[in-house]
């Protein structure tokens, strides 16, 4: 009896001791986790509004892109313009480029030498350059809602049920009239 005891207090210490640990480590990942969002953070960071404004001022949208196209052959076909920082080919959720990407440059004044490029050829297709321009957040233009037919919208017009079609020359099968049964002794 008293050595179940002994196991007991020997256990409980063990499992005490496992959950200190694991304490510990989950404040130690709160602490990286606190960190890594700090980097991250564009309000706390480096990537202020008006980084954000003045990086666009020095990036162009390249609209019409290959699929097939690289970062580095986009990076190739703007080189003549001024020094590339960055080439973003954009994708869906599932990886696959959407065919267009941005092109951010080191100087301004690239931009304008890029601009020269719109309806130039890349992997033979005609590239459609314009200047990349700021999203301001919560700006999207209103678009009225349209009436949901499953949630009892009415329109301006009564209903009118189409006409009943029959098939021409016995085609298919002929439609029976629906008749509501009720019950008789002959059937």
Known sequence: MEDDVGGAVVELDDMKKRLKDMEDEAVALR?????????MDPAAGAETKANKEEVDSRSVFVGNVDYSCTPEEVQQHFQACGTVNRVT???NKFGQPKGYAYVEFVEPEAVQEALLLNESEL?????KVS?????IPGMKPYR???PNPYMGFRGRTPFMPAPYFFPPYGYGKVP???VPMRYSPYF
């Open 31 to 39: 602490e990286m986790q606190a960190k890594v969002e700090k980097e």
């Open 89 to 91: 080919i954009r994708t």
């Open 123 to 127: 992997h033979g297709r005609q590239l």
């Open 131 to 135: 200047a990349k321009r700021t999203n």
């Open 144 to 146: 009225a809602r349209r």
């Open 176 to 178: 029976r009239a629906r």
